[in-house]
């Protein structure tokens, strides 16, 4: 048996580092802040792509590359957005290296460039450059593009999936021909990462809005859907940006109306990352490890051979094999670990890579023609005859997709508090939880929060209920009903 | 109609930039050197993606990803590796910028990092850093990993997709126990680049062994597709490395072996990119634009209603839903263009795109319950019952595939040269195509002709007959049968 994790209720950060390294998720790069996405973190992520991958193409959008560099001065035209990422920007200076008879390999001096290029943080500068040569009337919109791609912001303070220096996301930046559509379709995408979160992920969350204070720099409006982790405190899991006429003003992007004027390209953009990663980790975890759901596993099943001698092996691979045809051959994604471990050692195994169902098969299962199976989460063994295995299994797995949500969405509202003052607003933040209530709208308010209680608003909830709400800081009439809680 | 094309005969160059531009497929982006794939030439490439990835997964091999950046001691571990990628290399020397009251936003100088960074020219040396830490035993190999990424290199002359400072492309990188299995993994890769090239992208390669002086900086031995473009000059297509223990050695990369013994991992790397895209412009473009293998072309059938009438709109509209609902639940990729151009207009930009098929259909056709068929290449309109419509297209589409295949190859062979003496040799070369003759096996002949003609040794190709051939620039027995040519 493998050493167990850390206690999750004493040092959930221990815990989750862990995880991600026993389940064999990621490890740390050479370079300070970096990530290696393992193959089986990135299978995880490769299934998550392609869900959503197939959600915008089937809603009209497509997919492009652009540069991963951008001169520093196209950063400098949005003036919020250099503010927001400035100070976190890595910058290309030189082209070429030498070697020196001293020192050995060094930078060329010679090879300095006139202008110094920055590694994208985000693309929206040389996207909109470039819909600057593409746009030029009604007739060139909307534009609805979307990448995959990598983006990097220099972090001090790392942590895999959650905030590394580079990380894997999509973006998707449209342009429209008026503010209308740029606000459906930033609120349409809002609905399929929703969508994403809460039918596939198995994470439920709040859709809302962003303070001004939290916005995306550069943008008019950001839009997100909100999760509660493990350990009580918030995730951003998306954002969804109505970036009005910034950055068409910016790059002067202009069209040809349909009645012969000339106006200013409204904008969108919204992603999300690998940060969904360390979501359904810090969700769905629990003490034997990683929890994963049905849909997006890379696993769904994993066959445990119970054997003790070579003949058993033959013996059991032949009883294996038409069952494991069928289950291929309907979609379901499957291991069979022979390795020489122990059964115990590869039950502790799976458990911690996630595995939604186990299925164990021995020689007294092959007489009785029956195999056994075992949920990630219970103890309780299903046996089944061989011949009937397809629907219990696919029903199994539903199962275990909605059982998750609803354990998740369970642990979310049970932790969420309305409170009756100041006072027990700092109570329940500093034990854990999120606090729905009334905000006067100023941002001074919710900065003062932020600095007594490392607190934030996480968002203006679509549902909320402000009639009849105080400020919880200042008494004051409410102007929203708002999320609070400490954040990843 | 759109204006022609420039005489590819005259001005190839000229030609393939147009085509690039006018069938959408790429634009340059802001920082010299770098490259916008647009949406069309996006979807070319997520197909190609797409076969390659499955055909990868198929024999074992699973993606992951490694950062995309490399500390620069990492670079100058292996010798002859930092030697190859030095002069080319974009290096990250700062981490912030920041606001000058004179100059505006600049560098922060306070943000100069202690040892600069590469953006990843290749990933060799971050992989084996952590496959370091991976792999310890005889059961931990091997180890079958493959990324999709964007590399930077940084380059003077650059073209779409065939030169860029930062391309997107599979880099494979395995591990292994014996020297044997590493040679094996190199030529079966090199195998399924030949599949991916000749069966999917319908262009003819020859494979092959690349001289010392032409293969991959830190590789013992270089495979190769090669390919013969319109213009009759050679395109590397793909290349498949059998590193041998270098980069092991150079990362101290040892396991133990069955019998206890501690070893040096055997390595190999392979990699194909976007490059591809040019080759398939080079090879199948024709003086109407672009021409795609339907297998990986976006769109395999282009629609054009023939209509005067909004009335005979929606007359057609009703005619073709059936026809459409049929084609798409049996798989083939289509296009239906509703826009106000006229017939010849479209006719040309589908052409301009090389969409393989166009379905016209117009008043005439729906009342004898008729489509129309035109083949990109010809001129025939075949004229086909609606009701049996699906068995034809997929059998035209069969045929556009391997004739593309068959007429790239005659190309080729046709282009390809036995020669007499020096003087033929460089008469065939400056004329352009292909020359198979002997050579010495001395780097210093190689050099020589490559200094007199511009024509390199594309490969030692697998089927080389030797045998009583002499050497093309000495008259000295020879050593290999090789292939040269002036290449991109």
Known sequence: MSKGLPDRSNDFSAWYTQVVNRAGLADHGPVKGTMVIKPYGYQLWE???????KMIKETGHVNAYFPLFIPKSFLAKEAEHVEGFAKECAVVTHTRLKSDPEKGIVVDPESELEEEIIV???SETVIWSMYKKWIQSYRDLPVLINQWA???RWEMRTRLFLRTSEFLWQEGHTAHATS????????????LYRQLAEDYLAIPVITGLKTDSEKFAGAERTYCIEAMMGDKRALQAGTSHNLGQNFAKAFDVTFQTQDNKEELVWATSWGVST?????????????????????????QLVIIPITKSEDQVNELKAYLEPITKNLKESGIRMHEDWTNNSPGFKFNEWEMKGVPLRMEVGPRDVKEQKVV???????????MSKNNILDPIQKLLKDIQSDLFDRARDFRDSNTHRVK???????VISRGGFVRCGWNGNPETEASIKEETKATIRCIPF??????????????EAKHEVVFAKAY
């Open 47 to 53: 299934n998550i792509r392609d869900v959503f991958d």
């Open 120 to 122: 994208r943080p985000t």
């Open 150 to 152: 990598n983006v990097v």
């Open 180 to 191: 209308e559509e740029a606000e459906k379709e930033t609120l349409d995408i809002l609905e």
């Open 275 to 299: 940060r969904l990663i360390g979501a359904i980790i810090l969700t769905h975890g629990d003490d034997k490890g990683l929890r994963l759901p049905p849909k997006i596993a890379p696993i």
């Open 373 to 383: 199976l075992v949920k990630r989460d219970g103890k309780e063994k299903l046996f």
């Open 421 to 427: 003052d100041y006072n027990e607003f700092k109570s």
């Open 463 to 476: 549902n909320e209920e402000p009639k009849g709400l105080s400020c919880i800081f200042s008494g004051e």
